[in-house]
């Protein structure tokens, strides 16, 4: 039994030392987990470190004034630090981003291997849910319910996530459905064993590998998602910073031409993050399947 137990860590030892030697082989994925580890350092540690005041207006440093000692990025309309302002944005653009894929998770997985595993009225049920859902364009719908029920941090996050399930319940419930064939799951089913550890020891284990890559690339898609409702005026409301309401101020044809300190350095902050958790979701996906490489 012991000799059993040794063969199988060192099979796991095994296997996890290929997924890293062919993650840190892909050198964009590197450079993406780098870009978002320094991030996330950045917006956590410059805060205190700096003093950083988001929402205090500086009357004497002017309104809408270009990047000084004083202000590196310049100030709004309002007086507001926009560098402050573009720091505390990437904490609520992480959060939301990372956050609503988490709810995603949480309501699509479950579902998803209830569907796969039971099949039958259950899996007819789930699965025809997750067509509705998808049938509609996620931005209108996004948009009708943020109306209702606020614009705040909190109810755009739950929207986002709630509406992004049906990618991981349709993936798992892919999955699901080749795993409960295997040999081992259907000894478990011979000897007596209860669907629930069947499903929590067995099924689950082996087909989440997938939704932990689709996860990365939700995570980009509910940044830019979160970042176009407040570009719109629809998602997180001022005086709390994100990098969509410091782009919002870009509508217009002055601030987009005389003033690209307002809009530009929240842009680039945009761009570089997405980039960087596509690049990582892309050396996870090559790294865990590389069958599944293009």
Known sequence: MEKVKKQKKQKQSSYMHDVLERFFAHKLAVIGLAMIILLALLVIVLP?????????????GGFNKGPSSAHWLGTDRTGRDIFARLVYGGRISLVVGLLSTAVSMLIGVPLGLLAGYFRGGVEAVIMRIADVFMAFPDMMLILVLVSVVGKSVVAITVVVGILGWTQFARLIHSRVLSVREKEYVESARAIGTKS???????????????????????????????????????GVQPPTASWGNLMYDAQSIVVLSTQPWVWVPAGICLVITVLSINFFGDGLRDALDPKMKI
């Open 196 to 234: 629930g550890k069947i499903i929590t020891k067995y099924v689950l284990p082996n087909s989440f590998a997938p939704c932990l890559i689709a996860m990365t690339f939700r995570t980009a898609a509910a940044i830019l998602l979160e970042a176009s409702l407040s570009f719109l005026g629809m």
């Open 48 to 60: 205190p470190i700096m003093g950083l005041d988001p929402y205090t207006v500086d009357a004497l």
